[in-house]
């Protein structure tokens, strides 16, 4: 089982930059895409940002195109979230998984059930305006 670990959350002011980072500690991220997911006080979990196996293909939720980007690094296994230009709206406890693949012009889904007890608790990320 892949267990995660998410880190760099915090409060910050709207306009500002976070780096979420995303770790699986005893297990590693490189046999698998891998995805970045939100969740607002209210809502459903939401996917925001995919990246491939490869590292080669990335999706973006239309919402945070152009502000955030997903990378990975290989050799470290680990994956991040680069988040710019922050708004509010942005405000949610944010989440990694395995997906079930990217594939272009698709949105990913976890590999994961909506319940599964392997999403890791989560980085609590606040915007203030």
């Known amino acids: 089982q892949v267990q995660v670990l998410e880190s760099g959350g915090g409060l910050v002011q709207s306009g500002d930059s976070l780096r979420l980072s995303c770790v699986a500690p005893g297990h590693g991220f490189n046999n698998y895409a891998i995805g970045w997911f939100r969740q607002a006080p209210g809502k459903e979990r939401e996917v925001v940002a995919g990246?491939?196996?490869?590292?080669?293909?990335?999706w973006y939720e239309d919402s945070v195109k152009g502000r955030f980007a997903i990378s990975r690094d290989r050799a470290k296994d680990i994956v991040n979230l680069q988040m710019n230009n922050l708004k509010p709206a942005d405000t949610a406890v944010y989440y990694c998984?395995?997906?079930?693949?990217?594939?272009?012009?698709?949105?990913?889904?976890?590999?994961?059930?909506?319940?599964?007890?392997?999403w890791g608790q989560g980085t609590q990320v606040d915007v203030s305006s």
């Open positions: 990246i491939s196996y490869s590292g080669t293909m990335t």
């Open positions: 998984a395995p997906l079930l693949g990217l594939y272009p012009d698709s949105q990913p889904r976890a590999a994961w059930e909506r319940d599964s007890i392997l």
